[in-house]
């Protein structure tokens, strides 16, 4: 009776110890469905960009083709969060706190009115409140903006860790599944429905930016794209890889970081989708700008 018991149990743990991980892998096989946006503390709105494959580059035959826009296919493996307009002023005042900012201003002849030299002026930290896109920021300023706010205490308990967007995530948002020169076609006509540039823009205002996110959005519901501030991106900037790449993060070194989109200051071809173009990490203007990314937790 004894033994017949002890079979019993046996089987019985058997089963269980069985049946459990089935249970457990039938749960891996359906992972969490990551949520469609994230609004931070600070009321910065990111929307998901799925995983997928891009052409990178441009056509020699788009218009304002450059050569270091060679065509390579890019795989993205991983989802990522995208900020849906450029990084605010009063974003930027509630990460950074009361200082001052340096910013490039023209100097100008008092009599002729003359373009002189770009010099360089301080002004207080941008005021809370503010929807204007933070500018005369450095690719360390913004480095620095997005460690301060994976710092803050909400961000951390929602573990997340925001960043510049690589170069190649940038275009493939950018792109919004598009292949034209711009992410709602191939000509320029319409440029000024979507972006803040010189064809519409107060260019002899040398502070001629414009509040985020009042242009029409392009199809993944991302704002300014297209004009309004150049945006900083996390790579080096260099030759493309030759070929398919996945997950490109740029060189390894190089002396100038990558910036896209164009701004309220710049010719149509300049706002491209493809248009790059590298500066120094610590040069400032009034027309640079960024937005950030964000890896899912």
Not at 265 to 273: F, V
Request: aromatic share 12%.
């Amino acid at each position: 009776m004894k033994a017949r018991y002890s079979f019993l149990v046996f089987i019985l743990y058997t089963f269980i110890c069985l049946a459990i991980p089935v249970g457990i892998l039938g749960q891996d096989a359906s992972p969490p469905q990551l949520p469609q946006t994230v609004t931070n503390s600070v009321g910065t709105k990111l929307v998901l960009i799925q995983s997928g494959r891009f052409t990178m580059g441009s056509q020699i035959s788009e218009e304002g083709s450059k050569e270091h826009e060679t065509l390579h296919k890019v795989e993205l493996t991983q989802p990522y969060y995208l900020g849906t307009t450029e990084v605010t002023e009063n974003q930027w005042a509630l990460v950074m706190g009361p200082s001052m900012i340096t910013e490039m201003v023209e100097e100008r002849d008092p009599k002729t009115k003359r373009f002189i030299r770009k010099i360089e002026k301080q002004r207080p930290n941008p005021m809370l409140g503010s929807q204007l896109p933070i500018t005369s920021v450095s690719w360390e300023d913004a480095v620095k903006f997005c460690q301060r706010l994976s710092e803050l205490p909400e961000e951390k308990k929602e573990g997340r860790t925001y960043r510049l967007p690589t170069e190649a995530e940038w275009e493939y948002a950018c792109r919004a599944g598009t292949s034209t020169a711009y992410s709602f076609g191939d000509t320029a006509t319409s440029l000024g429905d979507y972006a803040w540039f010189v064809g519409n823009s107060k260019r002899n205002n040398m502070r001629a930016r414009y509040p985020v996110g009042t242009k029409k959005p392009n199809a993944w519901g991302l704002y300014d794209m297209h004009g309004n501030v150049w945006e900083w991106c996390s790579d080096w900037y260099g030759p493309y890889p030759e070929g398919f790449v996945n997950d490109p993060q740029g060189p390894s070194k190089g002396s100038v970081h990558v910036r896209r989109g164009g701004s309220w200051d710049c010719l149509a071809p300049d706002c491209r989708s493809a248009f790059r173009f590298g500066l120094d990490q610590y040069y400032r203007d009034n027309d640079f700008g960024f937005r950030i990314a964000l890896s899912p937790p």
